[in-house]
């Protein structure tokens, strides 16, 4: 089974992370090309949110996944923002994502790996 990676989180207060499929991460990787204005766009993000600090994926075990599961975001998500839209696609980018709640972003429970 694949990970599942996360090129970048909106995690709010309540607990639930914003997640996308390690192929879409890979593709969102390879067409930011290290431009945080650009996954601003693929990932539904205001313009400058992400800054110009180094981004990091990161990579959750199956089992994680399968523990905790994934749903499609309802937008009540503490971390929605004003992109979101119904139905799990960020927008403008058309990205699948979900959510996974009690997700713990510690080194040991999931990998890092700088994207830029």
Known sequence: MARIPMLAMQRGDDGTSFWLSKEHADVIQDVGQGDNRLYET?????????????????????????????????????????WLQPGGRT???DMPEGVMDGI???E?????????
């Open 42 to 82: 693929l990932l539904e993000f205001d313009e400058g949110y992400l800054g110009d600090n180094p981004l990091y994926r990161l990579d959750v075990a199956p089992e994680v996944v399968s523990e905790k599961g994934i749903s499609i975001p309802s937008g009540r998500e503490d971390g929605a923002n004003s």
């Open 104 to 106: 713990s972003i510690k």
């Open 91 to 93: 927008y403008p980018g």
């Open 108 to 116: 040991g429970d999931v990998t890092w790996n700088a994207v830029n």
